[in-house]
């Protein structure tokens, strides 16, 4: 499945959609598809926010496929050069007033995947995904 957004917050509500009907169509449990549509959104909804700065209309495209008992996913923009992976780890133990404000998203999208790289490759960022099926999918 191929998805391509618009650089626009409302598009979230699509997103969500076209993954429910990807799951749906293959089989997802229902666990799959939360770790999925929170990794997406929190990737997404960051890149819509902070990776653009020209104003002008973007898109950031993304792919899910299934592999054996993997969903596959890719993220690819061309907003501003970022790897998230590059982020310092929240220290989760500090009391929340002492905790700076951020940097829990990609703790988040780290935590529910199995696999997560960033790549730059020529003016875009690609962000790939993979979460290892719950209970077992139909292709």
């Not at 990807?22 to 549509?37: I, R, V």
């Not at 929170?38 to 926010?49: C, F, P």
């Not at 993304?62 to 592999?67: A, E, G, P």
């Not at 969903?71 to 050069?81: F, K």
């Amino acid at each position: 499945m191929k998805i391509a957004l618009r650089n626009d917050l409302g598009e979230l509500g699509r997103l969500a959609s076209e993954l429910e009907a990807f799951a749906g169509a293959h089989g997802l449990p229902d666990a799959t598809l939360m770790a999925l549509n929170l990794a997406l959104e929190e990737l997404v909804t960051n890149t819509m926010s902070y990776g653009f700065t020209g104003g002008e209309a973007q898109t950031i495209d993304v792919s899910l496929t299934l592999d054996g008992d993997m969903v596959r996913v890719r993220v690819e923009d061309t907003g501003a050069p970022f790897n998230p992976l590059d982020q310092e780890m929240p220290d989760l133990d500090a009391p929340l007033a002492d905790r700076p404000v951020g940097g829990l998203g990609i703790h988040l999208v780290r935590s529910v995947m199995d696999e997560v790289h960033y790549e730059r490759a020529g003016d875009r960022n690609i962000v790939s995904l993979a979460k290892r099926v719950d209970g077992g999918a139909t292709a």
